[in-house]
């Protein structure tokens, strides 16, 4: 069986990316404040990312969303260097990638790191089976644990039965099945996931969402997933980083990022969030005056599950506890009701 991880941290330090034919001779200006429409008009150099500074959870989902053009596609293909920074470190556990040299970089691809592609990137003329064992065919495994481990991960994404066609015979979201099996079967602590879903229709796009989050409860590897969709780095994301013109605007926990938003610019994004399904209780929770009193809620649960469970039950109070059932704070209906209606006004919160 797979060895499971526990997951490698990923540490982004004063990553710059300048795009153009002498990126060295522009850092210091860029570091001094020089703008990226300054820096395209004066010297022909595109400023595809500005002093990112962002630390991704070890076993957990870190999303980088943003809109097109945000830098977020070539911030993750710095961290198994496609891409090589202008100035910065990648740390990955302990080693930065980029002091690697080539033969470093190529043992840390093949065995630290799996990409799932937006196009799915599947070989055409190798059936289901021959794509998934790919990534073990390039670390030499033996054929027959090749095999072992590319049925497992198939049969883990529902595929079963379909090992022997070929990609042209699949859906679009059976074809990105295959890739996240093929990722899978790789091994890798770490998942590099590159708007992974974006070219899926809707409800096949929210069922390989649920495929991942089921996958990941149990796998727990190091997973960055990169989107332009806000609802879908609500659902998928620990921790979410969100960028606009090559720099990070804002980042934290999906609460943070709903609850507080930095300026106008993420206010925008999340107005329409359907924020009972986004808030979890501990949030609005208050402290106990006396004893425990109401049905208990675990920590984690989302506003708009602790409403029905309390309605449900017919009570206006719970306390929320944690995994091991410890009381950790009040909870009244009157409270999570209106923190699911409460619109965010980003001026009035405090950063």
């Not at 840390?108 to 065919?137: D, I, S, W």
């Not at 994404?157 to 070929?166: I, K, T």
């Not at 950790?328 to 209106?338: E, N, P, W, Y």
Request: aromatic share 4%.
């Amino acid at each position: 069986m797979a060895e499971q991880h526990t997951g490698i941290g990923i540490s982004i330090r004063n990553l710059y990316k300048i795009f153009g034919s002498n990126p060295s001779a522009h850092i210091e200006a860029v570091k001094g404040g020089m703008s990226k429409t300054e820096l395209n008009e004066k010297h022909s150099h595109v400023l595809g990312l500005k002093d990112i500074n962002i630390d991704m959870p070890g076993g957990g989902i870190q999303v980088v969303m943003g809109l097109s053009g945000s830098g977020k596609s070539t911030l993750i293909r710095h961290i198994n260097r496609l891409i090589d920074p202008t100035a910065g470190e990648v740390i990955v556990g302990d080693e930065d990638v980029v002091k690697m040299n080539e033969a470093e970089l190529r043992e840390f691809r093949r065995h630290k790191t799996a990409m799932v592609f937006q196009k799915f990137a599947l070989l055409p003329h190798r059936t289901v089976l021959e794509n998934t064992v790919y990534g073990l065919e390039i670390q030499g495994l033996p054929r027959a644990e090749q095999e072992r481990e590319a049925r497992r991960w198939i049969s883990r994404v529902g595929l079963d039965g379909f090992e022997d066609n070929y990609p042209n015979q699949l859906s679009g979201g059976m074809q990105q099945r295959v890739g996240l099996a093929r990722a899978l079967t790789n091994d890798a602590p770490i998942l590099l996931m590159d708007e992974a879903f974006s070219a899926l229709d809707p409800l096949i796009r929210m069922d390989m969402q649920t495929v991942l989050l089921d996958l990941q409860s149990e796998i727990r590897k190091t997973i960055v997933f990169i989107t332009h969709d806000l609802d879908e780095a609500l659902r998928l994301g620990d921790r979410i980083a969100i960028l606009r013109d090559g720099e990070v605007v804002q980042q934290g926990s999906k609460q943070e990022i709903v609850l507080r938003p930095a300026d106008e610019y993420i206010s925008n994004f999340v107005r329409e969030v359907n924020r009972g399904r986004v808030i979890s209780v501990e949030m609005v929770m208050s402290e106990f005056a006396g004893e425990p009193g109401g049905m208990p809620i675990r920590t984690g649960t989302v506003l708009e599950q602790a409403a029905r469970t309390m309605t449900d039950a017919g009570v206006d109070e719970a306390h929320v506890v944690d995994a091991d059932g410890k009381p950790l704070g009040r909870l009244k209906i009157g409270d999570v009701i209106s923190a699911m209606v409460t619109p965010v006004d980003h001026d009035s919160v405090a950063a």
